[in-house]
């Protein structure tokens, strides 16, 4: 059984005093038996990586980046390294989100090469992929994401595509409040699956988690992660407030809890 995994991307948002709130507070509830059998992790902004970090050590949540560069140093003015995020002892960073795709021009080839960096210093990358409103239009989404997938995982062996995490973002449905229907993300994720089924085969693909992301929330997070390929989240508006971040972790919970006793 895949583990779901919630994600807090809390993108460039707050002060240092709201971010380390924020840590405290889910820190503070996170160990509730409502919140069991669900993997955690909170991106904040990298400046404030170390803050949280501190005030999340010894806890079940984990640090993530939201961004990296592939090179582990050297003159590369305003990157920060995997090897320095390992330093700030984060575990995962997300990669490819569309933001970084549309808004800063990341292509398919440096999300790839951050990817392999990651894995060289043992973080877990979360791939992000996602069509545009007009790719979905032109019925091109499937097209779009299996390349998507295939030029951010070019190379990859199946050991290292067994330590990802893989995120399905319709660049739609981000920050909008417009979630994608069940249906509609049922349908990617399956493709998804399918598509590293193809490439490492059933053992392996069985075992990557697969997110959702894109406007959810508390109330339409149970119906989401009720999906057969729907293995968690990638949480933006809704992951900066404590209450809702762990409503929909308290959703993936009882979902959890309910396949368990199955
Ligand atoms: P959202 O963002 O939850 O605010 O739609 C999701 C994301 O960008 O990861």
């Known amino acids: 059984m895949r583990v ?21 507070d889910l820190k503070e509830k996170i160990g509730n038996e409502e919140y069991k059998g669900v993997e955690v992790g909170v991106c904040p902004p990298s400046v404030y990586l170390h803050a ?36 700030f002892k984060c575990k995962y960073v997300i990669l490819g989100h569309s933001e970084r795709r549309h808004i800063l021009g990341e292509t398919n080839h440096e999300v790839c090469l951050k990817v392999h960096a990651a894995l060289n210093v043992d973080l877990t990358p979360i791939v992000c992929v996602g069509e545009t409103l007009l790719e979905r239009i032109q019925e091109r989404t499937i097209e779009v994401i299996k390349e998507q997938i295939s030029g951010s995982l070019a190379v990859l062996t199946a050991e290292r595509a067994s ?3 893989v995120a399905y973002e319709p660049v ?25 089924k193809s490439r490492y085969g059933e053992e392996i693909s069985s075992t990557i988690r697969i997110q959702y992301g894109g406007s959810v929330k508390p109330d339409n ?21 404590a209450d809702s971040f762990l409503g929909i972790i308290a959703a993936a919970s009882s979902l959890a809890g309910e396949a368990t006793a199955k």
């Open 4 to 24: 779901p995994f919630i994600a807090g991307n809390w993108k460039m948002n707050k002060d240092r005093e709201g971010t380390v709130k924020l840590a405290q």
């Open 221 to 241: 997070a149970r119906e989401l992660l009720s999906q057969e390929d729907i293995d968690g989240a990638l949480i933006g508006g809704a992951s900066l407030k």
């Open 163 to 165: 330590r990802i995490v």
């Open 172 to 196: 739609w449905a981000i920050g909008t409040g417009k979630a994608a229907t069940t249906e509609q993300a049922q349908e990617v994720h399956k493709a998804i699956r399918g598509t590293l």
């Open 52 to 87: 949280v970090g501190a005030e999340l050590a010894g806890t079940p949540i984990g640090l993530g980046a939201q961004n990296m560069y592939h090179e582990d140093e050297g003159a590369f003015t305003g990157e920060i390294s995997g090897k320095m995020l390992k330093g």
